[in-house]
C-alpha cells in the first residue's frame, strides 16, 4: 500500500481518536522505570511506539505485549554494552538517552531516517557537563558514564523532548537537579504532559516562572517511580486531521478526547478562528461540521505538529492563512516547510514559502500526485486535502502512517474515504 489514488469524498460518521502517541511514551518510560509489575493501555502499534518498547526491552524492562495492552513484569537494567535502536523516533532519543545516562547503561544509540540528522547537541552537551562520556553528537552516538545531578541550562525554544528526557532521568540521580531555561518555553504543552505522567508516577517536580526567559525545574534526587495500570489517552493530534476534514466539508465525531493537556487540544480553537463549527461535550465526544472557512494568522510555536493540516484547512478557505514561528518544522521527519508547500502546490494550491512562515492563498485545490516525503503527517494531510479536491489524488509513500496511525486508512474508509492501490 505504498501508493495509493484517492478521490473525492464527503467523510461523515464517528471515529475513536487513537491512543495518543505522546502520552504513551510518556507512560511507557514511567512503567518501565518503577520496575513494578502493571499495565499500559491503550498502546497503538505503531512503529514510535515498538521503538520505545524495543529500546526499553534492550535496557533490561522485561513486558509482555498484546493487541490490547503492554504489561510490565519488572526490569533488570543492563550493565553490559547494548545497542538502542530508535528507529525514526526522535521521542525515544531523547527521552531514553538522558535516562540510559542516569542508569549508568553503556550503549550506542542508532537510528533510521532523518533521525541522525536531528539535532540533540544541546542535549549532548549537558551530558557532557555532567560525567557522561559521548563520541558524537548525532547518530550513531556511544555513552559511557553516570549521569550526575545539579544544574542543567536548556534553551526553551529548542526542542522540548531535551527537557523532558532530563525530568525523566534527574529524579533518579543521588543528586538534586534543576533546569534552568535560557529562553521562554515553546511547546509547554509537551513539557505539561510529562510533568503529568510524573505526578502520576509519584515523582516531584516543582515548576517556577512559566512564560518567563527564566523558568526553573527543581528535580529532588533519590526519587522513585511507582506505577498502578496507567490508561492512555486519546490523541488530540491525529484527531485533528478528521476534524478539521470535517470542518472543510464534513459531519464527524470524534470520540474519546475531552480535557487534557495536550498542546493540539488547541486545533479546537484554531478551527474556530479559521470560521469552523466543533463542539466537545462531557464524555469528550467532539463534533465538528462544515461552515464557510476565512484566512487567518496562527503560531506555530505552541503547536507544530498541527501545521501540514493548518496548511490544508487554509488551501480551502476564503483569503490568506499565515503560519509563522514555524522554524523549527524544518527539522520534523521531514523539511515540513518544504514538504507542506510541495504538497500544497502539486494539487494546484498558491503557497509562500518563507524561512520560518508560510503564507497560503485559499479557494480550493485541484488534485495532483504528492510525495509523502517519509512523513507520516504529510501523508495523512494529503489524503484529508484529497477528499476536498476538484480530480483524484496520488500520494506516494502511504507506508509512513506506520509511525504513528497504522489505522489511518482503514478509518478513511470508514468514514466514507474512496482510495485503490496504485
Not at 162 to 183: V, Y
Not at 311 to 336: H, P, Q
Amino acid at each position: 500500500m505504498s501508493e495509493l489514488r484517492i478521490y473525492p469524498a464527503r467523510l461523515e460518521g464517528s471515529a475513536a481518536a487513537p491512543p495518543s502517541k505522546s502520552a504513551a511514551h510518556r507512560a511507557l518510560i514511567c512503567a518501565a522505570l518503577s520496575g513494578q509489575a502493571c499495565q499500559v493501555a491503550p498502546v497503538a502499534a505503531s512503529a514510535d511506539m515498538q521503538a520505545t518498547l524495543g529500546v526499553l526491552a534492550a535496557m533490561g524492562a522485561r513486558f509482555t505485549q498484546d493487541a490490547a495492552a503492554v504489561r510490565f513484569l519488572g526490569a533488570h537494567w543492563t550493565d553490559q554494552p547494548v545497542t538502542l535502536n530508535c528507529i525514526e523516533s526522535g521521542s525515544t532519543l531523547r527521552f531514553l538517552l538522558p535516562v540510559a545516562a542516569a542508569l549508568g547503561i553503556p550503549a550506542t544509540f542508532t537510528g533510521s531516517g532523518r533521525l541522525p540528522q536531528r539535532p540533540i547537541g544541546a542535549l549532548t552537551e549537558q551530558l557532557r557537563e555532567h560525567h557522561i562520556s559521548l563520541c558524537a553528537n548525532t547518530l550513531p552516538l556511544t555513552i559511557s558514564g553516570r549521569l550526575s545531578g545539579g544544574r542543567f541550562m536548556l534553551p526553551g525554544d529548542s526542542s522540548s523532548q531535551f527537557i523532558s528526557g532530563l525530568l525523566f532521568a534527574l529524579p533518579m540521580l543521588e543528586q538534586d537537579s534543576e533546569i534552568l531555561l535560557t529562553c521562554p518555553l515553546q511547546s509547554a504543552g509537551y513539557v505539561d504532559m510529562t510533568l503529568k505522567a510524573l505526578r502520576a508516577s509519584g515523582i516531584r517536580v516543582t515548576d517556577e516562572g512559566r512564560g518567563t526567559a527564566s523558568e526553573r525545574f527543581y528535580i529532588p534526587g533519590k526519587q522513585h517511580y511507582h506505577s498502578d495500570n496507567l490508561t492512555v489517552e486519546g490523541d488530540w493530534s491525529n484527531a485533528a486531521f478528521w476534524l478539521c476534514a470535517a470542518a472543510i466539508s464534513g459531519n464527524l465525531v470524534v470520540s474519546g478526547l475531552g480535557s487534557s493537556v495536550q498542546g493540539d487540544r488547541a486545533i479546537m480553537d484554531l478551527i474556530w478562528q479559521f470560521g469552523g463549527q466543533i463542539a466537545v461535550n462531557s464524555c469528550g465526544d467532539v463534533w465538528c461540521y462544515a461552515a464557510p472557512l476565512h484566512g487567518c494568522r496562527i503560531d506555530a510555536g505552541p503547536i507544530p505538529d498541527l501545521v501540514p493540516i493548518l496548511a490544508v484547512m487554509g488551501a480551502f478557505a476564503n483569503g490568506t492563512t499565515e503560519i509563522y514561528n514555524a522554524a523549527r518544522l524544518r527539522i520534523k521527519e521531514s523539511d515540513r516547510l518544504a514538504t507542506v508547500t510541495a504538497m500544497l502546490r502539486s494539487l494546484g494550491g498558491q503557497v509562500e514559502e518563507y524561512p520560518d512562515r508560510l503564507v497560503i492563498h485559499g479557494g480550493g485545490l485541484r488534485g495532483g500526485q504528492v510525495d509523502g516525503a517519509n512523513d507520516h503527517r504529510i501523508v495523512m494531510a494529503a489524503a484529508i486535502a484529497a477528499q476536498n479536491c476538484t480530480e483524484p489524488v496520488v500520494i506516494t509513500g502511504t507506508q509512513a502512517v506506520q509511525k504513528s496511525y497504522p489505522s489511518f486508512f482503514s478509518e478513511l474508509s470508514a468514514l466514507g474515504g474512496r482510495f485503490d492501490v496504485v
